[in-house]
């Protein structure tokens, strides 16, 4: 090959080379880099759906709404709590004071009479016509905000949620802090009768105990044996399975995906046609757990409000 010819092909070569780049910078930046494009396109990781709950930033968007009212059931409202919330707890809103006796006696921890309870939440202000949301703590808390909803939803309200992620991802999104709570505007409310679809009696799993798939949704310890809030003995009911009620949430506070909260409880032999009671120590705990189960499309659910101070004085435990 002559030079000539050599010199026209090494600079065609460069022409062309040349032209592929100037080609490049025109492209648009997901173009270049592959990567990128594939970034921008990916779904946001999914999170846990029910008409029992709601985000956090959904919520937010309700403070202020004149047919919203939010309930901090924290117990720790006089440090703060978001703007125009009132509050509550959970012993407020069930029999535990003195005259029901002490924690583990028959008539104390359940859900008041309902013409105690028309007074109690009409002195909250809670009426009925409103949507009711519930604030409480996820991982360092005890499902407050569950146990409140729950009885709420008994006492005859449809319109209850609780935030997921609590009251910490309300503040996380936005939320508006007040130094204490507001002072609630009473209303009447009549609760006629008590909705125990999802309620649990000592008696009836007494009597019926075969019928029930049993969850034990306390921590480890406890479960095995540990008595760290005045219980007159250690151990767990006869039979129950443990899925413990910190396992349904990520490290953020948020609960898990439906499909993962499932698996869970499917793994321990908890399968969706089964008639699954939850217990905690005071039916707080199980409050949560039931109604996460309820959204996760388990047929027949219940919340064992007396929970293992009750089942623990006269009934077997292992």
């Not at 090494?10 to 780049?21: F, H, P, V």
């Not at 968007?61 to 919330?85: M, N, P």
């Not at 006696?105 to 909250?124: H, M």
């Not at 939320?175 to 009836?204: G, I, Y």
Request: aromatic letters at 8%.
């Amino acid at each position: 090959m002559d030079r000539k010819r050599l010199r026209a092909i090494i600079l065609c070569l460069l022409m062309l080379s040349m032209m592929c780049a100037c080609g490049g910078k025109n492209k648009p930046a997901a173009e270049e880099n592959p990567d990128v494009q594939q970034s921008a396109g990916e779904e946001q990781p999914a999170a846990f759906t029910g008409d029992l709950i709601i985000s956090a930033e959904d919520a937010v968007a309700l403070i202020g709404s004149d047919d919203v009212i939010f309930v901090d059931c924290t117990g720790e409202a006089d440090r703060g709590t978001i703007k125009g919330a009132v509050a509550t707890t959970w012993q407020d809103m069930c029999t535990c004071s003195e005259e029901y006796g002490s924690a583990g006696d028959d008539t104390w921890g359940k859900i008041p009479e309902p013409e105690d309870l028309s007074a109690r939440l009409g002195a909250l202000g809670l009426d009925k016509n409103k949507q009711i949301i519930t604030l409480g703590h996820t991982l360092k808390g005890w499902g407050e905000d569950a146990r409140i909803a729950w009885e709420l939803r008994a006492a005859g309200y449809e319109n209850v949620r609780i935030v997921d992620g609590g009251i910490d991802a309300l503040f996380d999104a936005g939320a508006e802090k007040q130094s204490a709570a507001s002072d609630p505007v009473p209303c009447e409310v009549a609760v006629d009768d008590l909705d125990r679809t999802h309620v649990m009696e000592t008696s009836e799993l007494a009597a019926n105990f075969d019928q029930y798939k049993i969850v034990d949704v306390r921590t480890g310890d406890e479960y095995n044996g540990a008595t760290k809030y005045g219980e007159a003995k250690g151990g767990h009911i006869k039979g129950a399975v443990f899925v413990p009620y910190l396992d349904l949430f990520q490290k953020d506070g948020t609960l898990k995906t439906n499909d993962e909260i499932t698996a869970m409880f499917e793994a321990q032999g908890v399968n969706k046609t089964d008639r699954v009671v939850a217990y905690c120590t005071g039916g707080i705990r199980s409050a949560y757990v039931q109604m996460v189960l309820e959204m996760c499309g388990y047929e027949t659910t219940f919340n064992y409000d007396q929970s293992y101070w009750n089942w623990c004085v006269d009934n077997e435990v292992e």
